[in-house]
């Protein structure tokens, strides 16, 4: 999507309202428009990036930073007793928006919100061949 369609371009361009919780250097820090659970923030970059994988490094420590203090805040003002922290990268991953961006999900014992994971069978000689594959590709 060229950067000039991107919602959050234009978000962070002012041509979009938001609710601005939070700005750094490389990214900004709103409210969810759609949100998940009371409190849900995303961070995402102010350059367009189509995901995680294009971010750059100083891109990715900011964020990092953001999430941590985007999450202390929602506990202390929500009192929310855990916190998601969230990266979808790629459409099959359940990204939406192809510009990086990160949610900060409050939870609470009564919310809807679901997210699982199933498990795979994997020998530990498979998983030692692809760590090794992947150590290599590092």
Do not use: W
Not at 15 to 43: N, Q, S, W, Y
Not at 60 to 66: G, P, Y
Not at 99 to 109: C, K, N, Q
Request: aromatic letters at 6%.
């Amino acid at each position: 999507m060229p950067a000039n369609d991107c919602i959050f371009c234009k978000i962070v361009s002012g041509e979009l309202p938001c609710h601005k919780v939070d700005e750094g250097e490389h990214t900004i820090t709103i409210m969810d428009a759609f949100p998940a659970t009371r409190g849900h923030m995303l961070v995402i970059t102010k350059q367009h990036r189509t995901d995680v994988l294009e971010m750059t490094d100083a891109e990715l420590a900011e964020t990092n930073i953001q999430l941590k203090k985007a999450a202390a805040a929602v506990r202390a003002v929500t009192n929310c007793p855990a916190i998601n922290l969230l990266n979808n990268c790629g459409a099959l991953a359940g990204q939406m928006v192809f510009h990086a961006h990160f949610h900060v999900i409050p939870r609470y014992e009564t919310d809807q919100f679901q997210l699982r994971f199933s498990k795979i069978q994997s020998s530990d000689d498979e998983k030692a061949a692809l760590a090794a594959q992947i150590k290599n590709s590092l």
